[in-house]
């Protein structure tokens, strides 16, 4: 049997997006070329949406205003839900749904960008014995679905109860007073949610599709959009037989019919020495809630992020969400609920915030709203995805795409993207057998012997963009020559995340200016 992650079925050299590749893409669509289908929006539902409607055979042009990750998708918890909130809330459906989902990316299409995480739910004195036992059989319940999705044992292993020694040891920095131990559950993580957009969209460019940043949707319709070249400020149409708006919080901007509720998350970043020792995630009670937890979250890079609220987002939809104070004390509060070592707000390294797209329902809570994806069409025949989370983007591009095909009457394969390896995917023993340093082969996977190849060609690539980071050069140069990077905010604050720590950001700018100064000299 053929393994599904064999390098020989890992994306083609055709899966680079660079300047060049940009403008000669601009320039064919610009003269006239008519695409099957037209995404908007390179998030992790437009870049999947991209990938589904490429992979099918279809001809496909994606564009953003942005960047590749630049909204909703680049500040997420970095997590692959396995749905165990939603079992609790009573939406089976995509408790279900987000299992299956998890397990195709851990198990086929992503599994080096998505890693098993242990979390442990502290049992201190503001939790309960029946909250406690709720909790558990919550967490079995999990695993139950663990199961109907048919992910392994050794990919996700089993809930259990642990001794206050165990979980301190796991946690240290946990208050000890009081703790009669915890329970131990594990999701998927994902090394960077930006990352995993960046190898959506790469993919889909090895499938054929014209991959396009930096270029603003100014007005749909059901067979194209007008659009601007924001580098140049040209404006132009852009034909197609089938259009999808897959912008998220803006999704209304584009598209009449579509009503949302945005939700703001926030999460905090703290350095590693805040929390020293920490090898296990957090869950922790908010008070006055029923099932819902804030996240305490270890990093491969060493910082930490502690998320995360959910509070509706009035007025107008900012391109960047700003977190309040009130939320960055909200979580401070948090965790000295919990932990024996006072976290102040001169230890915040970083702050985050992003908005859900949530659909809109009168009364109640943007935090009881359902996370279950539509798909919506417009008078005008464009299709337009919402809702939905980030680990189940698949699904929702499948059920965008079918849409669109039934909607025009085009014809296709079916779709691909449950057994499609993304860009750098490999099996695990492939990965082991890499020359290239375990960080590397975490975010580029079997791509991380290209990257090393480059600092071959010039070895100051070897230096870390900043004193002490994990970050070096060659990652940088990487990104302007295969991911689309075109200014140093593409490369520190999403196809890297130093930029998520001002001070790094800052001292890495001289690193990204070099990498897209040698790119420059390099194209001539």
């Known amino acids: 049997m053929t393994d599904p992650l064999s390098p020989e079925k890992t994306p083609p050299p055709a899966s680079s997006l660079n300047a060049a590749r940009r403008v000669r893409d601009l320039a064919e669509l610009s003269g006239g070329a008519v695409v099957d289908v037209l995404v908007v929006g390179l998030g992790v539902t437009g870049a999947g949406v991209a990938l589904d409607a490429a992979s099918r055979g279809l001809s496909v042009a994606a564009i953003d205003a942005h960047d590749l990750a630049f909204g909703t998708s680049r500040w997420s918890s970095k997590l692959v839900h396995g749905g165990l909130r939603y079992l609790a809330s009573g939406q089976l459906g995509v408790a279900y749904e987000s299992a299956v989902e998890r397990g195709v990316l851990m198990g086929r299409t992503a599994p080096h960008l998505v890693r098993a995480q242990p979390f442990v739910l502290p049992l201190t004195p503001q939790v309960s014995g029946s909250a406690a036992a709720l909790a558990l059989a919550g967490m079995k319940a999990g695993d139950l679905l663990r199961l109907s999705a048919r992910t392994s044992r050794a990919t996700l292993p089993r809930p259990r109860r642990l001794s206050a020694v165990e979980t301190l040891r796991l946690a240290p920095a946990l208050r000890s007073y009081g703790l009669r131990g915890g329970l131990l559950s594990w999701d ?12 959506i969209a790469r993919t889909a460019a090895a499938h054929g599709a014209r991959v ?16 601007c070249d924001t580098l140049t400020g040209s404006e132009f149409p852009i034909r197609a037989r089938a259009v999808i708006n897959a912008t998220g919080v803006w999704a209304g901007q584009l ?11 926030t999460h905090l970043v703290l350095r590693a020495e805040s929390l020293a020792g920490l090898s296990a995630g957090l869950h922790l009670p908010v008070p006055g809630s029923s099932g819902r937890f804030a996240l305490v979250l270890p990093q491969e890079d060493g910082r930490i992020y ?37 976290i102040r707000r001169a230890d915040v390294a970083g702050a985050y915030a992003g908005l859900r797209p949530l659909l809109h329902r009168a009364g109640g809570s943007t935090a009881d709203l359902s996370r279950r994806h539509a798909v919506l069409i417009s008078k005008a025949g464009v299709v337009t995805i919402v809702g939905g989370k980030l680990t189940t983007y698949r699904r929702m591009a499948q059920d965008a795409v ?37 960080h590397l ?22 230096e870390p963009v900043t004193p002490g980071s994990a970050t070096i050069a060659a990652e940088l140069a990487w990104a302007v020559r295969h991911e689309g990077a075109l200014d140093e905010a593409d490369l520190l604050d999403r196809r890297t995340r130093v930029g998520l720590v001002g001070a790094d950001r800052e001292a890495a700018l001289p690193a990204a200016r070099r990498a897209l100064g040698r790119s420059r000299t390099e194209s001539r």
């Open 188 to 199: 998927g993580q994902l090394v960077d949610d930006a990352r995993l957009v960046t190898a």
């Open 212 to 227: 396009l940043t930096r270029c603003r949707a100014l007005a749909l319709s059901g067979d194209g959009a007008q659009v």
């Open 255 to 265: 598209a009449d019919g579509v009503r949302l509720r945005p939700s703001r998350g």
């Open 306 to 342: 502690v998320g995360l609220t959910d509070e509706p987002s009035e007025g107008p939809i900012p391109d960047v969400p700003e977190p309040s104070e009130a939320e960055i004390g909200f979580l401070l509060d948090l965790l000295d609920s919990a932990l024996d070592i006072p």
């Open 402 to 438: 079918d849409a669109a095909l039934e909607r025009r009457g085009l014809t296709a394969g079916p779709c691909r993207t449950a057994r499609l390896p993304l860009a750098g995917a490999a099996s695990a023993e492939t990965l082991a057998r890499l020359t290239a340093p375990a």
């Open 441 to 462: 082969v975490r975010r580029y996977g079997a791509e991380a012997a290209d990257v090393m190849a480059l600092a071959a060609e010039d070895p100051s690539l070897l």
